[in-house]
């Protein structure tokens, strides 16, 4: 496999979750293994006999204006342990992010993420073998950015 040159990334960025038509502030987190998106609500339901999640984030959260809800079927439900040692268990996404020019599937669970500064948290899974982190640095690929940019 030929080496690339990996992209740098700030400790913050903007993100694109097009298949979800979100733009939304990343906090780009090397120390976390999951990604994160704050809903402030979610619920279940069956699309075609699989089970679906549908989700819902408040006003200015997702770069835009008003509220917002999404859907997607569910890929995965696992425990999470967060920062503070606490376990929950949180359903998990498959969609694709854009972010740098690159574009690329990663796996995201749904969380209230109510108290802490950023809506998303972009973890180590979903940077592998493309992107790296220089801690000093913010917004390296603009700022806010339209979800079909």
Request: cysteine-free; overall charge positive.
């Amino acid at each position: 496999m030929a080496h690339r040159e990996r992209i740098v990334l700030g400790w913050r960025e903007w993100a694109s979750l097009p298949g979800l038509g979100l733009s939304v502030r990343a906090k780009i987190d090397s120390g976390a293994r999951t990604s994160a998106l704050h809903v402030d609500r979610q619920w279940r339901f069956s699309e075609g006999g699989a089970p679906w999640v549908g989700f819902a984030l408040s006003n200015g959260l997702h770069g835009g204006e008003g509220g917002l809800e999404a859907s997607a079927p569910i890929f995965d439900e696992r425990e999470v342990t967060d920062s503070g040692g606490h376990r929950t268990r949180r359903i998990f996404l498959r969609t694709p992010l854009r972010l740098a020019g690159i574009e690329r599937e990663i796996e995201i669970n749904l969380s209230d993420r109510q108290a802490m500064l950023f809506p998303m948290l972009l973890g180590r899974t979903a940077m592998a073998r493309v992107f790296v982190v220089d801690p000093a640095r913010s917004f390296l690929h603009g700022r806010r950015r339209a979800a079909t940019a």
